[in-house]
Nanobody, 124 residues
């Protein structure tokens, strides 16, 4: 599974950003995908997740401000899935500053097996 994030940047408080994650190389349609973040000196935390049935979950700190979504396609010839995962972040706050990671696994949990390289989001 390959995950490649994009869309990070530096913004002022109250601004919006949309992160994207291009996912490829997996054969199962029942993957959970999510966003995690890690701020300097802090532990990694889950931000939002979307399960294979479309159900979503959010950390309390981002509820009402962040929205997770995805577009999925299946290459029936190669029996592979491709997806683009999004995280729309509105009303950003300085405490949202972190490296944001896209992650995927067969089930939604706190320690997925597949990770992207991360993208920096700075709010100041």
């Amino acid at each position: 599974v390959q995950l490649v994030e994009s869309g990070g940047g530096s913004v002022h408080p109250g601004a919006s950003l949309r992160l994207s994650c291009a996912a490829s190389g997996y054969t199962y349609s029942s993957y959970c995908m999510g966003w995690f973040r890690q701020a300097p000196g802090k532990e990694r935390e889950g931000v939002a997740a979307i399960d294979s049935d479309g159900s979503t979950s959010y950390a309390d700190a981002v509820k009402g401000r962040f929205t997770i979504s995805q577009d999925k396609t299946e290459d029936t010839a190669l029996l592979q899935m491709k997806a683009t995962l999004y995280l729309q972040m509105n009303n950003l706050k300085p405490e949202d500053t972190a490296v944001y990671y896209c992650a995927a696994d067969l089930a939604c949990d706190d320690d997925p097996n597949f990770w992207g390289q991360g993208t920096q989001v700075t709010v100041s």
